[in-house]
Nanobody
Framework: VQLQASGGGLVQAGGSLRLSCAVSGRTFSSLGMGWFRQDPGKEREFVATISRSGRHTSYADSVKGRFTVSKDNAKNTGILQLNSLKPEDTAVYYC????????????????WGQGTQVTVSS
């Protein structure tokens, strides 16, 4: 399974970004997906997760109400919509996939994308 994340960039506080994660090598509907982020020198932090079907989602408290995770099984693509961005959201964002669902730990995921940088200026 290969994952390719894209869509990061530089945005002002209050702005929005749309991150995409293209998945290949396995039927996407058989995979749950997670999003994590990491600052240099810090541990990788859970952001959001979505079930195999896309019907069930879960978010970290710090992003709840601002970020939305979705999954298009027909296009083999996962999406993380980032709204009302804050400077503390600045990090490298990673998408990950697993045959399990609803994992919130990095160890719950076997497959990882390369990460995309999100920078929010104040």
């Amino acid at each position: 399974v290969q994952l390719q994340a894209s869509g990061g960039g530089l945005v002002q506080a209050g702005g929005s970004l749309r991150l995409s994660c293209a998945v290949s090598g396995r039927t996407f509907s058989s995979l749950g997906m997670g999003w994590f982020r990491q600052d240099p020198g810090k541990e990788r932090e859970f952001v959001a997760t979505i079930s195999r079907s896309g019907r069930h989602t879960s978010y970290a408290d710090s992003v709840k109400g601002r970020f939305t995770v979705s999954k298009d099984n027909a296009k083999n693509t996962g999406i993380l919509q980032l709204n009302s961005l804050k400077p503390e959201d600045t990090a490298v964002y990673y998408c990950a996939a697993s045959f399990w669902e609803n994992g919130i730990l990095p160890s719950d995921y076997r497959y990882w994308g390369q990460g995309t940088q999100v920078t929010v200026s104040s």
